[in-house]
């Protein structure tokens, strides 16, 4: 079982910036593609970044490129998901979430997700 906690989350203004973080106590993090999603109410969960389990590889959704950058330290067991320049439409419940598969942006690939954490973008 691998147990993950999103922090980070919070109320921002728009043009500005956050970084979310994820701890997870495995000892096995090494093993785990992360990815981070995000579900704004009245919508489904969307992708919006993943990394390969040892850094390498990232892939981000297209209106998530150049401003945001998931990176992750194996020595932490912590991911991160860095937020610039954000807009209104970024509000959401931003979720962290675990794959013993190839960093993926399939939602269904993922055995185990965060509780999230709360994003607010305002005008």
């Known amino acids: 079982q691998v147990q993950l906690v999103e922090s980070g989350g919070g109320l921002v203004q728009a043009g500005g910036s956050l970084t979310l973080s994820c701890a997870t106590s495995t000892r096995s993090f090494s093993n785990y593609a992360m990815g981070w999603f995000r579900q704004a109410p009245g919508k489904e969960r969307e992708f919006v970044a993943t990394?390969?389990?040892?850094?390498?590889?990232?892939y981000y959704a297209d209106s998530m490129k150049g401003r945001f950058t998931i990176s992750r330290d194996l020595a932490k067991n912590t991911v991160w998901l860095q937020m610039n320049s954000l807009k209104p439409e970024d509000t959401a419940v931003y979720y962290c979430a675990a794959t013993r598969g190839a960093a993926t942006s399939r939602k269904s690939a993922y055995s185990y997700w965060g509780q999230g954490t709360q994003v607010t973008v305002s005008f």
């Open positions: 990394i390969s389990s040892n850094g390498v590889t990232t």
